[in-house]
């Protein structure tokens, strides 16, 4: 959040505070190393360089106070791959496409079968297409907040430990969007959108909390509306016919 408000100030103390703040990010949790992106799409490749050398020391100079030192990486990336493959089977929800896997084999009565590990990875490598074209677009979208979207759905989507706390992330992006909405028809699709992430709903349906549900169909259609909105912007002419 630190980032994404002083990354573009003026002032050299709040920009360089940004810029620590997203490197804390990354040695922290990781995924937001995404957001580095903004530096190379503004070509900021001084910024660039601090950043790396700056997480660079963060993650391995902690090593040297540790019995073996800089031997324990093994061990580190080890627990890490662990890490990852315990909520990887655990099928935790990430307002992604492994829910509805989840949803469909437990209505077809087939969640022990072969054929949930196959709807499951249909579902997994669909993720990593989907985040492949929102880094596409970030680099082709003007409008800020939908930037901010492409690439906190990447960062949501992908990692197998993001759990529901995760729409946190989204929080910014709502932030953005209030302050650039136009009040076009579309802008009410997106803002009823948002009201269905934020649902306070908690009943649970096939055993997993309706709001898992409700949440990751809303940010679904969500991108969905923002490729679409891409296409008609591309192709001026579905723009006039669809009247948007």
């Known amino acids: 959040f630190y980032f994404l408000t002083y990354k573009d100030s003026n002032d050299l103390r709040y920009k360089y505070f940004a810029l620590i703040a997203l490197c804390l990010s990354?040695?922290?949790?990781?995924?937001?190393?995404?957001?580095?992106?903004?530096?190379?799409?503004?070509?900021?490749?001084?910024?660039?360089?601090?950043?790396?050398?700056?997480?660079?020391?963060?993650?391995?100079?902690?090593?040297?106070?540790?019995?073996?030192?800089?031997?324990?990486?093994?061990?580190?990336?080890?627990?890490?791959?662990?890490?990852?493959?315990?909520?990887?089977?655990?099928?935790?929800?990430?307002?992604?496409?492994?829910?509805?896997?989840?949803?469909?084999?437990?209505?077809?009565?087939?969640?022990?079968?072969?054929?949930?590990?196959?709807?499951?990875?249909?579902?997994?490598?669909?993720?990593?297409?989907?985040?492949?074209?929102?880094?596409?677009?970030?680099?082709?979208?003007?409008?800020?907040?939908k930037q901010l979207m492409l690439l906190t759905m990447t960062i949501v989507w992908i990692p197998t430990n993001n759990a529901f706390y995760a729409g946190l992330y989204y929080i910014p992006v709502i932030l953005l969007f209030l302050k650039e909405n136009e009040g076009r028809k579309i802008d009410i699709m997106y803002m009823l959108l948002f009201c269905l992430l934020l649902n306070p709903i908690q009943f649970e349906v096939l055993n997993m909390p309706i709001s898992w549900m409700i949440s990751s169909i809303s940010m679904l259609l969500c991108w969905m509306l923002l490729v679409f909105e891409f296409v008609i912007r591309k192709y001026p002419i579905l723009k006039s016919s669809l009247l948007i």
């Open 26 to 145: 990354c040695v922290i949790k990781g995924y937001p190393a995404v957001l580095g992106l903004y530096l190379l799409q503004e070509r900021r490749y001084k910024d660039i360089g601090f950043c790396v050398i700056l997480t660079f020391i963060l993650v391995f100079v902690p090593f040297l106070y540790f019995e073996h030192g800089f031997g324990n990486i093994a061990q580190f990336v080890s627990n890490l791959q662990l890490n990852a493959k315990a909520y990887d089977e655990a099928l935790y929800p990430r307002f992604g496409l492994v829910i509805y896997n989840r949803i469909i084999m437990v209505l077809l009565h087939l969640e022990h079968s072969i054929f949930h590990s196959i709807g499951y990875m249909i579902a997994k490598y669909s993720i990593l297409m989907m985040a492949l074209i929102s880094l596409f677009l970030f680099f082709k979208e003007e409008s800020k907040w």
